[in-house]
């Protein structure tokens, strides 16, 4: 295969880079959907390729803890797996009490 891509011209080489730098980070994207981090994935993907995708399996998923539970659950889902509690509500009581808090550290 590196034979065949040494033997095109200088533009298809790069068209032929390119075009496998998508297709690695297209699958990246893809593999990082698992782990909520699609854009890190597609990056990942795209410069590094399977060593990339490799890594992205190596790096903690986001998600955050549920302020009623403690269990892990992403920012965007309506419910709480564990305890089903309405997260949007739950995060947004706990980050209004923290910016409470901090206004009255700041005084």
């Known amino acids: 295969m590196i034979d065949a891509l040494l033997a095109?011209?200088?533009?298809?080489?790069?068209?032929?880079?390119?075009?496998?730098?998508?297709?690695?980070?297209?699958?990246?994207?893809?593999?990082?959907?698992?782990?909520?981090?699609?854009l890190l994935g597609a990056l990942l993907g795209a410069l590094l390729g399977p060593v990339g995708w490799l890594l992205l399996f190596l790096i903690q998923p986001a998600?955050?803890?549920?302020?009623e539970c403690n269990a892990r659950a992403h920012p965007r889902w309506a419910r709480c797996p564990a305890c089903q509690c309405d997260l949007q509500r739950?995060?947004?009581?706990?980050?209004?009490?923290?910016?409470?808090?901090?206004?009255?550290?700041w005084r």
């Open 8 to 38: 095109l011209d200088a533009t298809w080489r790069l068209i032929a880079v390119t075009g496998l730098m998508l297709l690695f980070g297209l699958f990246g994207a893809f593999l990082g959907s698992f782990r909520n981090r699609k």
């Open 90 to 105: 739950a995060l947004q009581r706990v980050s209004s009490a923290q910016q409470r808090a901090a206004r009255a550290d």
């Open 63 to 67: 998600y955050v803890p549920c302020p």
